[in-house]
């Protein structure tokens, strides 16, 4: 076959790309992403979320030096907006209460904030632990504010979950790269909302200034969004009080505690209110809520007797304390917060915190 006849497949003069040619069009593309990303790195507060703000609000004020404290707190939603260190602290002048518990946070993000707290350049000599179960479950990792931008790549290592599924490591800088990405649905959100309102909506932004504004004043301490007032008492027989552990769980618990060990702090295990019956009850025998948590507190005490230990349960919760079934309402937080002062006086005098 002669070269005329394959002429046919090859590109003509204009169909070639010319040597040297400088791809405008692209790097245009991505002048124009690169001033999106500036952009939206510089004005977050406007449209991220408020679970997400909350994060980002506390890992301001850890960076600052604003949330260091003799006393800190750690746990999930529940303590984030249940306990309000400033009743404590203004209780007494001896050492500072900081509440550094987060929504969705399980053990392993506290035993790594734990960490980070006591290489600080004033550590917590006591950390106070939520104790409502002991699970740690895979979500936990790959999810919410802590995947996209809280945990470092030593945090997220530890959950051997990369060398797994690799593809976790590309979302892990995705979300750290890009500013919209990391905040997608809720720049989704904003435009949306800024569109329909033919100017740029100010509600989200003023709740998230809200939000660090509120945890600066309360050290670390900021209520809900969307409050819940109370529960209803059910028409049939409560179900079970649980007590949830798993080898996950035993296992960061462990970590958590061996840290607080090495570092020389005292632990107290805080067993945070549940609704009274009938919504909620505590069946009897060795298989009851109580026998497997009192178990449990045992267990730890003679493997950690360094670290005390003590156990702070307060007591007369009523049902109208509660928005659901683990979280308060603000007559139930204005209720832990202050048995919580009182009971922390107390342990100051037991416990001499120099």
């Known amino acids: 076959m002669n070269s005329s006849s394959t002429s046919s497949f090859e590109l003509g003069p204009h169909e070639r ?18 001033v999106v990303e500036i952009v939206a790195s510089g004005t977050e507060e406007w449209f991220a979320d408020g679970g997400s703000w909350k994060w980002r609000s506390k890992r301001t004020l850890l960076d600052a030096g604003a949330l260091d404290g003799d006393v800190a707190i750690f746990g999930t939603s529940v303590l984030a907006s249940g306990l309000d260190p400033r009743v404590a602290n203004s209780v007494s002048r001896n050492g500072r209460v900081v509440n550094l518990a987060l929504d969705g946070m399980t ?13 600080a350049a004033r550590p917590p000599k006591v950390a106070v632990l939520e104790f409502r179960e002991v699970l740690v479950s895979r979500d936990t990792w790959i999810a919410g504010p802590y995947f996209r ?24 800088i995705e979300n750290r790269i ?82 607080a060990s090495s570092h020389g702090l005292r632990v107290v295990l805080l067993l945070t209110p549940a609704p009274p019956p009938p919504r909620l009850v505590e069946t009897p025998g060795p298989q009851g809520f109580r026998a ?8 730890l005490r003679e493997e950690y007797p360094e670290l005390g230990l003590d156990v702070f349960e307060p007591t007369g919760f009523a049902l109208d304390d509660f928005g659901d079934e683990i979280h308060l309402n603000p007559k139930g937080r204005a209720k832990l917060s202050s048995a919580f002062a009182a009971w922390l006086s107390d342990y100051r005098q037991r416990h001499v915190l120099e």
């Open 17 to 34: 790309v010319r040597h040297g040619r400088v791809p405008v069009a692209a790097l245009v593309f991505l002048a124009l992403v690169a």
């Open 107 to 119: 053990l392993q993000h506290e035993a790594q904030l734990l960490r980070e707290r006591v290489s």
């Open 149 to 172: 931008f809280w945990a470092s790549g030593r945090d997220l290592l530890e959950s051997r979950f990369i060398y797994f599924n690799p593809s976790l490591s590309l979302a892990f």
């Open 178 to 259: 890009s500013t919209v990405f990391r905040q997608r649905e809720g720049a989704r959100s904003w435009i949306v909302e800024s569109v329909r309102s033919g100017f740029p909506v100010r509600r989200r932004r003023d709740a998230n200034r809200a939000i660090l504004a509120t945890m600066k004043e309360h050290a670390g301490w900021v209520g809900p969004e969307v409050e819940d007032w109370s529960i209803e008492s059910p028409a049939e027989p409560g179900r079970p009080r649980p007590w949830m552990v798993n080898p996950a769980g035993e296992l960061w618990l462990r970590r958590f505690l061996d840290t």
């Open 292 to 299: 497997r948590f009192n178990a449990q507190v045992g267990r």
